[in-house]
């Protein structure tokens, strides 16, 4: 079938048909021409309409296969149907889309225009039209409008605050997130309050202006953090992301970006970083804190030419109060010491706290005369003195002070602390309770001191002491009936006397060492006496409060016996009255202990101390040694003789033997033999 008919184009010579068939089968679109009846029954459909639907024209034509009706889509009939029916009676053209059933199974959106035709005496009205396939149009559309509405979506539900803004300040738009974050109950409320967002919202205008800056150098920004204003005038931390948006033409349109609320984080960073420099019992400065500020005034001392102070506080007898009520109420009164040396100092002083019962005061801009510093300082000790309430009891401390000046004390930060230190131990020594300014006298002899130390602990690994048995004799006829062993040092520069090395010893941690050199080497001696087939010597060694408080102390003596086979009975145990002092529970047990053993127990230096008399009638010792300061006073007369009559008189009762230390004259010989004294 010719599809040109002449019912559908009847021109003048076959140039103007050939022309027309040549045009249409350029076209991508089905041109058609069908009957306004119940299928709308095709009379003209043109090539394009195998590539349309995929059915070819002649299985259209007068509905022959199948009717245009039957392939559009059953959903979009009754709308096409309408669409056409509307025009038609309004005597418009048409123009809608909708979709077909293509051959293949698959479903096209066709975009269809067309009209009715000019009204022929005794034909059926027609309607002319072409449509064209627009799948891949719509699929574009449709994907760009599902796009824009996640976006959307992602835009009104995100997390983070969203933005768009004007290049010289002003809000576009802006998401409900960043909304809240700002304080606002809306977008529209956030945007409507904004003339000027560098003076408005943050803090310091200049971060804006660093923030605009960026974005013009390097067309983005990231991680931008800034402080700014909630509605309610509360500061917050942002953290920013933004670009710059251009046209093709590259002009600036606006700019957009995200807002991330950090201030919970920024919080965090600044807590952990309080931390790290603060004491967290009194949250004053700590030592690493400390040690930066007096490093920042030495490299300012040049441009001042101010001294400052380094004063290092330290409170005495907080042990006691700590062991007895417990840490609870030791931090407590920490915290309340903090509080008051912090009313004492000056603006601009700083009060650190390097740990345990430890102050440090950095007090910048003293003078060398030290007046107002002892002022000062004064009022730290009056401070600290005052009764202090812990738990419903009464406490009164004391503190001891040791002061270091810049830049004569020393030139950086450890060495004046360590010299402050120093005169502290200088203070307590004095008797606690005062201060103490560095001299270079005392550094001497603390360097003295350290020496001192080096050379012990040397000398400990070199085995070299040497041992000295003084003998113990009976007042009454001179015989020989103990001894005592003393140990002694013997130096390049001479002997060191015990009374300067053995306090050394105690308080840097070599008096065990030291005193299982010397049981060691006494138990040898007796064994070595006895295998001379010397008469049994018992002999007394001295134990330190350090080492009586050892948990091993007993059970180390007696396999020291046993190791070179010597009678317990050989050894007396000397014991000061420092440690009768001490933990009464654990004293009885090492006392019971030690007598289990066989061994013999001596209270030595008697008078020096507590002296405490319910000790002497409970412990069972065998001999108690009287102090040779008593001693010395024998020659006095007067009270002292009577004291001594009554206290040998007093041991005896308690079946206590009686020494007698440090008996240098014949004076004094007689008048201990008159009152009856056992052994000088």
Same mark, same amino acid.
């Given at each position: 079938?010719?599809?040109?008919?002449?019912? $559908?184009?009847?021109?003048?010579?076959?140039?103007?048909?050939?022309?027309?068939?040549?045009?249409?089968?350029?076209?991508?679109?089905?041109? !058609?021409?069908?009957?306004?009846?119940?299928?709308?029954?095709?009379?003209?459909?043109?090539? +394009?309409?195998?590539?349309?639907?995929? @059915?070819?024209?002649?299985?259209?034509?007068?509905?022959?296969?199948?009717? !245009?009706?039957?392939?559009?889509?059953?959903?979009?009939?009754? @709308?096409?149907?309408?669409?056409?029916?509307?025009?038609?009676?309004?005597?418009?053209?048409?123009?809608?889309?909708?979709?077909?059933?293509?051959?293949? +199974?698959?479903?096209?959106?066709?975009?269809?225009?067309?009209?009715?035709?000019?009204?022929?005496?005794?034909?059926?009205?027609?309607?002319?039209?072409?449509?064209?396939?627009?799948?891949?149009?719509?699929?574009?559309?449709? =994907?760009?409008?599902?796009?824009?509405?996640?976006?959307?979506?992602?835009?009104?539900?995100?997390?983070? +605050?969203?933005?768009?803004?004007?290049?010289?300040?002003?809000?576009?738009?802006?998401?409900?997130?960043?909304?809240?974050?700002?304080? @606002?109950?809306?977008?529209?409320?956030?945007?409507?309050?904004?003339?000027?967002?560098?003076?408005?919202?943050?803090?310091?205008?200049?971060?804006?202006?660093?923030?605009?800056?960026?974005?013009?150098?390097?067309? %983005?920004?990231?991680?931008?953090?800034?402080?700014?204003?909630?509605?309610?005038?509360?500061?917050?931390?942002? %953290?920013?992301?933004?670009?710059?948006?251009?046209?093709?033409?590259?002009?600036?349109?606006?700019?957009?970006?995200?807002?991330?609320?950090?201030?919970?984080? /920024?919080?965090?960073?600044?807590?952990?970083?309080?931390?790290?420099?603060?004491?967290?019992?009194?949250?004053?400065?700590?030592?690493?804190?400390?040690?930066?500020?007096?490093?920042?005034?030495?490299?300012?001392?040049?441009?001042?030419?101010?001294?400052?102070?380094?004063?290092?506080?330290?409170?005495?007898?907080?042990?006691?109060?700590?062991?007895?009520?417990?840490?609870?109420?030791?931090?407590?009164?920490?915290?309340?010491?903090?509080?008051?040396?912090?009313?004492?100092?000056?603006?601009?002083?700083?009060?650190?706290?390097?740990?345990?019962?430890?102050?440090?005061?950095?007090?910048?801009?003293?003078?060398?005369?030290?007046?107002?510093?002892?002022?000062?300082?004064?009022?730290?000790?009056?401070?600290?003195?005052?009764?202090?309430?812990? +738990?419903?009891?009464?406490?009164?401390?004391?503190?001891?002070?040791?002061?270091?000046?810049?830049?004569?004390?020393?030139?950086?930060?450890?060495?004046?602390?360590?010299?402050?230190?120093?005169?502290?131990?200088?203070?307590?020594?004095?008797?606690?309770?005062? !201060?103490?300014? $560095?001299?270079?006298?005392?550094?001497?002899?603390?360097?003295?001191?350290?020496?001192?130390?080096?050379?012990?602990?040397?000398?400990?690994?070199?085995? %070299?002491?040497?041992? @000295? !048995?003084?003998?113990?004799?009976?007042?009454?006829?001179?015989?020989?009936?103990?001894?005592?062993?003393?140990?002694?040092?013997?130096?390049?520069?001479?002997?060191? %006397?015990?009374?300067?090395?053995?306090?050394? &010893?105690?308080?840097?941690?070599?008096?065990?060492?030291?005193?299982?050199?010397?049981?060691?080497?006494?138990?040898?001696?007796?064994?070595?006496?006895?295998?001379?087939?010397?008469?049994?010597?018992?002999?007394?060694?001295?134990?330190?409060?350090?080492?009586?408080?050892?948990?091993?102390?007993?059970?180390?003596?007696?396999?020291?016996?046993?190791?070179?086979?010597?009678?317990?009975?050989?050894?007396?145990?000397?014991?000061?009255?420092?440690?009768? &002092?001490?933990?009464?529970?654990? $004293?009885?047990?090492?006392?019971?202990?030690?007598?289990?053993?066989?061994?013999?127990?001596?209270?030595?230096?008697?008078?020096?101390?507590?002296?405490?008399?319910?000790?002497?009638?409970?412990?069972?010792?065998?001999?108690?040694?009287?102090?040779?300061?008593?001693?010395?006073?024998?020659?006095?007369?007067? /009270?002292?003789? =009577?004291?001594?009559?009554?206290?040998?008189?007093?041991?005896?009762?308690?079946?206590?033997?009686?020494? &007698?230390?440090?008996?240098?004259?014949?004076?004094?010989?007689?008048?201990?033999?008159?009152?009856?004294?056992?052994?000088?």
């Amino acid at each position: 079938m010719n599809m040109f008919n002449h019912n $559908f184009y009847s021109g003048d010579g076959i140039e103007r048909e050939q022309l027309l068939e040549m045009l249409l089968s350029e076209l991508d679109c089905m041109v !058609y021409r069908c009957r306004n009846d119940e299928h709308w029954t095709m009379e003209f459909v043109s090539n +394009g309409c195998l590539q349309l639907t995929g @059915y070819r024209p002649e299985q259209l034509l007068g509905n022959a296969t199948l009717s !245009y009706e039957s392939i559009t889509h059953e959903a979009d009939r009754a @709308y096409v149907r309408a669409a056409v029916n509307e025009a038609l009676k309004q005597g418009t053209t048409f123009s809608l889309e909708y979709r077909l059933l293509h051959a293949d +199974g698959s479903t096209k959106w066709v975009w269809e225009r067309g009209g009715a035709l000019p009204a022929v005496a005794g034909q059926p009205r027609m309607i002319h039209g072409f449509i064209q396939d627009i799948t891949q149009r719509h699929l574009q559309q449709k =994907a760009l409008s599902e796009a824009e509405q996640r976006y959307r979506s992602i835009f009104e539900n995100a997390n983070e +605050g969203i933005f768009q803004t004007t290049v010289d300040g002003h809000y576009l738009e802006v998401n409900p997130a960043l909304a809240t974050i700002y304080g @606002y109950a809306s977008p529209g409320e956030l945007v409507g309050a904004f003339d000027n967002i560098a003076a408005q919202l943050y803090v310091d205008p200049a971060r804006r202006a660093a923030f605009i800056e960026l974005l013009k150098r390097n067309d %983005s920004v990231v991680n931008f953090e800034s402080q700014v204003f909630r509605k309610d005038r509360t500061i917050i931390w942002i %953290s920013e992301n933004a670009r710059v948006v251009r046209d093709a033409e590259g002009t600036v349109l606006y700019y957009e970006g995200t807002v991330e609320d950090i201030t919970a984080r /920024k919080n965090y960073e600044q807590r952990i970083a309080h931390q790290a420099t603060h004491d967290v019992l009194t949250g004053l400065p700590n030592r690493a804190l400390l040690i930066e500020r007096i490093e920042l005034a030495i490299a300012e001392a040049p441009k001042t030419g101010a001294c400052f102070a380094v004063v290092f506080v330290d409170l005495d007898h907080f042990k006691g109060i700590n062991d007895t009520m417990g840490h609870a109420a030791g931090d407590l009164l920490i915290r309340e010491v903090a509080k008051r040396l912090l009313r004492c100092v000056r603006e601009g002083d700083t009060v650190a706290r390097i740990g345990g019962d430890e102050f440090v005061l950095l007090l910048p801009d003293v003078h060398d005369d030290g007046g107002s510093l002892s002022q000062l300082i004064e009022r730290v000790l009056a401070a600290v003195r005052r009764p202090c309430s812990i +738990g419903g009891r009464q406490f009164t401390l004391g503190c001891s002070i040791g002061i270091s000046l810049h830049p004569a004390d020393g030139c950086d930060a450890n060495t004046l602390l360590q010299h402050a230190d120093m005169a502290m131990y200088q203070a307590k020594e004095g008797g606690r309770n005062n !201060y103490q300014f $560095f001299t270079e006298e005392f550094n001497r002899a603390v360097m003295e001191n350290h020496e001192l130390e080096h050379q012990l602990r040397h000398a400990l690994g070199t085995n %070299s002491f040497e041992m @000295y !048995y003084q003998p113990i004799v009976e007042a009454s006829t001179g015989r020989v009936v103990k001894a005592e062993a003393l140990i002694r040092w013997q130096t390049e520069r001479g002997f060191v %006397s015990p009374a300067r090395f053995i306090p050394i &010893a105690e308080t840097v941690g070599l008096i065990e060492p030291l005193g299982d050199w010397v049981l060691e080497t006494v138990c040898r001696q007796l064994a070595e006496w006895s295998a001379a087939g010397m008469a049994p010597l018992p002999v007394s060694i001295n134990i330190s409060p350090r080492q009586f408080n050892q948990p091993d102390l007993a059970s180390s003596i007696g396999s020291a016996l046993h190791r070179h086979g010597v009678d317990s009975a050989l050894l007396e145990i000397e014991i000061t009255e420092n440690c009768l &002092a001490r933990d009464r529970k654990k $004293f009885l047990h090492t006392l019971a202990e030690m007598r289990a053993l066989g061994l013999r127990l001596a209270i030595d230096d008697f008078g020096s101390g507590y002296s405490n008399m319910d000790y002497l009638k409970s412990m069972h010792f065998s001999s108690l040694k009287i102090d040779r300061a008593f001693i010395a006073s024998i020659e006095e007369g007067g /009270k002292p003789r =009577a004291l001594y009559r009554a206290l040998i008189s007093l041991a005896h009762n308690l079946s206590l033997v009686v020494v &007698a230390e440090g008996v240098e004259t014949q004076r004094q010989v007689d008048f201990l033999c008159d009152i009856g004294c056992d052994l000088i």
